[in-house]
């Protein structure tokens, strides 16, 4: 299976904004729920917003009506479009698959569901 690499990461400050993406050929057009995760230092990782093979998203409560997952077919592409960042949201994102068509609603953000990731993209947001 093809390799899943993030960009988009950086840093920002409180109230910025930025656009994640993650190169999926091979996963964006087949039956993969897809999910971004992501992990701060000392913390645990933490599932950040899923996505079924109908785009049918899922969030996690802390991002609600912040981030948004989208996939693009056209590039081959998950994204995750990131807004009202605040320092809480400093952790290395990662996105990651799992071969199935819905995601599901009580365990799509365990890793340990997933056996397909990338290496993840660091995104800073200062105060």
């Known amino acids: 299976q093809e390799q899943l690499v993030e960009s988009g990461g950086g840093s920002v400050q409180t109230g910025g904004s930025l656009r994640l993406s993650c190169a999926a050929p091979?996963?964006?057009?087949?039956?993969?729920?897809m999910v971004w995760f992501r992990q701060a230092p000392g913390k645990e990782r933490e599932g950040v917003a899923g996505?079924?093979?109908?785009?049918?998203?899922t969030y996690a409560d802390f991002v609600k009506g912040r981030f948004t997952i989208s996939k693009d077919h056209g590039k081959k592409t998950l994204n995750l479009q990131m807004h009202m960042l605040q320092p809480e949201d400093t952790a290395k994102y990662y996105c990651?698959?799992?071969?199935?068509?819905?995601?599901?609603?009580?365990?799509?953000?365990?890793?340990?569901?997933?056996?397909?990731w990338g290496q993840g993209t660091q995104v800073t947001v200062s105060s």
């Open positions: 990651a698959a799992e071969r199935r068509t819905y995601c599901g609603s009580t365990t799509w953000y365990r890793g340990d569901r997933y056996n397909n």
């Open positions: 091979g996963y964006i057009d087949d039956a993969y729920c």
């Open positions: 996505i079924d093979t109908d785009g049918t998203p």
